[in-house]
């Protein structure tokens, strides 16, 4: 079946302008999460959601930093006022409920702040 | 909070060799999970392997094993008969037992496999 799908696959955009990042989850799963990878770095936590429970949100580096999800699928993770420093691939990940059920990733958000 | 270690930040193999990634972690909790992911260029990453902590049999995957050491809070992962298609970033996760919780990564070690 379809895997978890990242929109779009690349961003550049100015320094101060808001973006938002696009995911796609593997239909059925109910947990949902963003991960931030610098370059040559390894990943970040930025947020969780599971069901309709109310998110993680610990993982978030500033209140420039958001993310909703719809319906309990699709979800949206915006940046306002961006800063060179969000320059990073931004990747969703979905799973079943349950610890034992792995992550399954998209292939990222390439965002690029100039 | 767990942290995750991955103190080789690059390796190398001859084609058809076996290699060792290292992976330690830190937590004060008993039951747990811990994955292996491969990350090739296309940025999308791959579960390898997956190991219980209350299992104490170390899990395999084709080529793929690991060797899971609870009390040392050890995880590595032997990749065996070494495949060019296996060059790739390759990154140890956490995960706490309750449901939900998200992976801690470590910072990922770079795989080079040489023809």
């Known amino acids: 079946g379809a895997g978890v799908s990242q929109s779009p696959s690349n961003k550049v955009t100015e320094k101060g302008k808001d973006v938002e990042l696009r995911c796609d989850p593997i239909?059925?799963?109910?947990?949902l999460y963003w991960y931030r990878q610098s370059l040559g770095q390894g990943l970040e936590f930025l947020i969780y959601?599971?069901?309709?429970?109310?998110?993680?949100k610990s993982g978030l580096p500033s209140d420039r930093f958001s993310a909703e999800r719809t319906g309990g699928s699709v979800s949206t993770l915006t940046i306002q006022r961006t800063q060179q420093e969000d320059s990073a691939v931004y990747l969703c990940?979905?799973?079943?409920?349950?610890?034992?059920?792995?992550?399954?990733f998209g292939n990222g958000t390439r965002l690029t702040v100039t | 909070a767990q942290t995750v270690t991955q103190s080789q930040p690059e390796m190398s193999v001859q084609e058809a060799e076996t290699v060792t990634l290292s992976c330690t972690y830190d937590?004060?909790?008993?039951?747990?999970?811990l994955f292996w992911y491969k990350q090739p260029p296309s940025r999308q990453m791959i579960l390898v392997i997956r190991?219980?902590?209350?299992?104490?049999q170390n899990a395999t995957e084709n080529r793929f094993s690991v060797n899971f050491q609870k009390a040392a809070k050890s995880f590595s992962l032997k990749i065996s008969d070494s495949q060019l298609g296996d060059a790739a970033m390759y990154f140890c996760?956490?995960?706490?037992f309750g449901a939900g919780n998200m992976l801690t990564f470590g910072g990922g070690t770079r795989l080079m496999v040489k023809p």
């Open positions: 990940a979905s799973s079943l409920r349950g610890a034992s059920s792995p992550l399954h």
């Open positions: 239909s059925g799963h109910t947990a």
């Open positions: 959601f599971q069901g309709n429970s109310a998110p993680d």
């Open positions: 937590t004060s909790e008993s039951d747990y999970y």
């Open positions: 190991q219980e902590a209350y299992k104490q």
């Open positions: 996760a956490y995960r706490s």
